[in-house]
């Protein structure tokens, strides 16, 4: 299950620039979950946390803030010194989450934020049972992730079984989050704004991962009926995109 830079994308950099320019710098999510977790974690402390895929901490200071000891693990090297810089009393760790020498009940509060769709989707469940062994009694283990199944529909022809996967498993992921006796969930959404079609375009092909799609006899025609169904106002389309937040306490 281990995945690698490579894995990602062959160049860092392009990596980094593609998730600032499509994702970061395009949505409301961020602040939204910042929020979010001010709200919720409150006047609360704790002695030991850890955010798994850090990237370049843009929601991870309400948990820094609040702990004795934090740690920030991401597997990318070219986010190690901007997190150094936002964060200089953490422990920044460069590593992969299944490298790294995780103790079991040790941390008090765990962020496990957008990771898991790097992974092969039957992980998801059995991931998210050893993350919660490493929560130490009375802690608190926060998951994020989004409901992108809007996008695997339209273009269920087009990418094959990687639809059907991934809806699948979605519903089975919420089951499982929601097996826990002790959480609790907070709905939200987020909009990614494109100011052109091209912004549009780039977008699908990261999301899917797949640089040809775009070539593909059937994708003007998706592109089309994903575009109609989107928000359009001062020259720029919306994208919305339901996400949750999971709480879940040890």
């Not at 920044?92 to 962020?111: G, R």
């Not at 375009?201 to 797949?210: D, E, S, T």
Request: aromatic content about 14%.
């Amino acid at each position: 299950m281990k995945i690698t830079s490579s894995q990602l994308l062959a160049s860092e950099e392009k990596f980094k620039d593609e998730m600032s320019s499509l994702y970061y710098d395009t949505t409301d999510e961020k602040a939204i979950i910042t929020q979010h977790l001010e709200e919720h974690l409150g006047k609360q402390h704790f002695a030991n946390g850890i955010d798994l895929g850090a990237g370049p901490g843009l929601i991870s200071m309400p948990l820094y803030q609040r702990c004795q000891n934090y740690t920030l693990l991401e597997l990318l090297p070219i986010y190690k010194e901007t997190l150094h810089t936002k964060f200089p009393n953490a422990n920044i760790a460069i590593d992969n989450i299944e490298d790294f020498p995780l103790e079991k009940n040790h941390y008090d509060l765990m962020l496990y934020s957008h990771v898991q769709y790097y992974y092969p989707e039957s992980t998801w469940i059995p991931t998210l049972n050893k993350l919660y062994d490493l929560v130490a009694p009375e802690g608190l283990l926060i998951v994020i992730f989004g409901d992108t199944r809007l996008i695997f529909d339209l273009f269920e022809n087009e990418t094959k079984d990687i639809c059907h996967v991934y809806c699948l498993q979605y519903e089975k992921y919420k089951q499982g989050l929601e097996a826990f006796n002790n959480f609790d969930v907070i709905p939200y959404r987020t909009y990614h704004t494109f100011s052109n079609i091209d912004e549009i375009k780039k977008y699908l092909q990261n999301f899917f991962r797949m640089e040809g799609i775009t070539e593909l006899p059937t994708f003007e025609e998706k592109l089309k009926i994903l575009i109609d169904k989107l928000d359009y106002q001062n020259q720029q389309w919306t994208l919305p995109i339901d996400q949750y937040i999971y709480f879940i306490k040890k």
